[in-house]
């Protein structure tokens, strides 16, 4: 049985002996370990951009997060978010943080930054090293890394962890996880983050509006709904096909594309 946590501004749940997944919600109050200048919503109501389903996250000042405190002195951990950079302000900043400590904030094992199109794992605080790697900074970015104390570090950026190679590997150094932090500076959407103790996340299915698992004709009925100017009707799949953070003419035509019998193109 896969096990997880799923944090998509959303509820945490833990038992003692694994993740549970949660049910999706349009709010933060959930993330147990606490929220600062960040913000749920969705694209209609709020003009927030989003993944799946019908909310996404959005930093709302600089350093802006949310936190979870459900892993317990984890030794491997695999994590997997959708990141949005959003004309963010020039410079490095760090978007997920993985911490030894509950109540300190200085007990980091590793750090994922973003830099003017990169993103980068950093172990060194671990006593293992950093590895970077191309990001696209006008779309939704898939991030996912596995951490092993004492192993090999693994990142994928843009890339599925369930059928992919990892798009670079690290050193992760030794040490345990008890806190993971996720945000940025002001403007930096997020979503979908779902973490895991030893099986990859992996990709969403992106086209699927309507979450039946399939990319065909019925997705591009659930756009043309969303993107009715006038009555727009959330899709609670993954209508955006494109990952630009908004749905559109451009995601029908990626859906066609995905849906080619003879030689099917992934829409993103």
């Not at 147990?32 to 989003?50: E, H, K, L, N, Q």
């Not at 900043?93 to 300190?104: G, K, T």
């Not at 006008?138 to 990142?155: D, K, P």
Request: some cysteine.
């Amino acid at each position: 049985m896969k096990t997880a946590t799923r944090l998509i501004s959303s509820a945490v749940l833990l038992t003692s002996a694994f993740f549970v997944s949660s049910a999706l919600a349009c709010n933060t109050t959930a993330w147990d370990g606490g929220v600062a200048d960040a913000t749920a919503g969705d694209p209609t109501a709020d003009g927030i951009a989003r993944v799946s389903g019908l909310c996404g996250m959005k930093v709302t000042a600089t350093d802006g997060h949310v936190a979870d405190n459900s892993p317990t002195d984890e030794a491997t951990f695999i994590s997997r978010f959708y990141f949005f950079p959003n004309n963010i302000a020039a410079g490095s900043h760090e978007i997920f943080v993985a911490l030894s400590d509950q109540a300190d904030n200085n007990s980091d094992v590793f750090v994922i930054s973003y830099d003017s199109g990169n993103i980068t794992v950093d172990a060194s605080a671990a006593g293992g090293n950093s590895v970077t790697v191309a990001a696209d900074p006008t779309h939704w970015n898939l991030v996912e890394v596995a951490w092993t104390s004492g192993g090999t570090g693994e990142l994928w950026v843009n890339s599925d962890a369930l059928v992919d190679t990892a798009t670079d590997t690290f050193t992760p150094g030794t040490g345990s996880i008890d806190r993971v932090v996720m945000g940025g500076p002001d403007g930096a959407l997020f979503d979908d983050y779902e973490s895991h103790r030893s099986l990859a996340v992996g990709a969403l299915l992106v086209g699927d509006s309507n979450n039946d698992g399939q990319v065909n004709g019925l997705d591009i009925s659930g756009i043309l709904k969303e993107a009715n100017f006038f009555d727009p009707k959330l899709q609670d799949g993954t209508p955006d096909c494109n990952l630009d953070g908004s749905v559109n003419g451009l995601d029908i035509s990626g859906i066609l594309k995905a849906a080619d019998f003879f030689d099917p193109i992934p829409c993103a």
